[in-house]
């Protein structure tokens, strides 16, 4: 059972950063996997970035090397630094927990933040 808000998104030019915020309910040392989705319009949620709980980090490869994902165990909150913005990049971003309680897996999402990015 995890419950996770994010925030941060909004209206950025081309070129510039943001950082999107996700703060779940629970204590992310005992979530086996966290990490941000995102969809655009007319295409299918896709993977940005994950983080595992033992710090092992992936990227998809369209935002390799401007994301980064990062996470503060004592806020409870997962971090998606966006640098160098692209107008592809405008989508509605989400964040993911997914995690084993007792013999089962789980996959928990929020509600997504915009994140638009103009030319």
């Known amino acids: 059972q995890v419950q996770m808000v994010e925030s941060g998104g909004g209206l950025v030019q081309a070129g510039g950063s943001l950082r999107l915020s996700c703060a779940a309910s629970r204590s992310i040392s005992s979530i086996n996997r966290m990490g941000w989705y995102r969809q655009a319009p007319g295409k299918q949620r896709e993977l940005v970035a994950t983080i595992t709980s033992g710090g092992s980090t992936n990227y998809g490869d369209s935002v390799k090397g401007r994301f980064t994902i990062s996470r503060d165990n004592a806020k409870n909150t997962v971090y998606l630094q966006m640098n160098s913005l692209k107008p592809e990049d405008t989508a509605v971003y989400y964040c993911?927990?997914?995690?084993?309680?007792?013999?089962?897996?789980?996959?928990?999402w929020g509600q997504g933040t915009q994140v638009t990015v103009s030319s």
């Open positions: 993911n927990a997914y995690l084993l309680v007792g013999t089962r897996w789980y996959d928990y």
